[in-house]
């Protein structure tokens, strides 16, 4: 058996992003764009309710509040796990490459 000769053309790390990275990660930070404007709207939510409640007490129940709470804990959470992601493959490119220009 004869190895082939074969030369490498370009190193990993002086190549630009994969093509699909880069529309992968507009959509994934586009879609955290939604969910934040998402955040803010139950935030006004949960504040107005708080405002009520100090405000009258009787105005509305405190279950009211807590549903939006509630609601802001759930898509938080998901909102966050996304964002980590986001983050953590960042911060691995750049290790990635802050490796590749010293070594």
């Known amino acids: ?8 053309r370009k190193s990993p790390c ?6 699909l990275e ?7 930070v586009a879609c955290l764009g ?5 955040l803010n709207g139950l935030d006004m ?4 309710a708080a405002s009520r409640l100090a405000d009258d007490p009787g105005a509305i129940t405190a279950s ?3 549903e939006v709470w509630e609601e802001i804990r759930q898509d938080l959470w998901s909102h966050l796990q996304i964002e980590d992601e986001l983050v953590s493959w960042v911060r691995r490119v750049m290790r990635f490459r802050a490796h590749c220009s010293t070594g």
């Open 1 to 8: 058996m004869e190895a082939k000769n074969f030369a490498i």
């Open 14 to 19: 002086n190549s630009p992003l994969p093509e």
């Open 22 to 28: 880069v529309p992968m990660i507009n959509t994934m």
């Open 34 to 38: 939604v969910e934040h404007r998402k």
């Open 45 to 48: 939510r949960l504040a107005l």
């Open 64 to 66: 009211q509040a807590l």
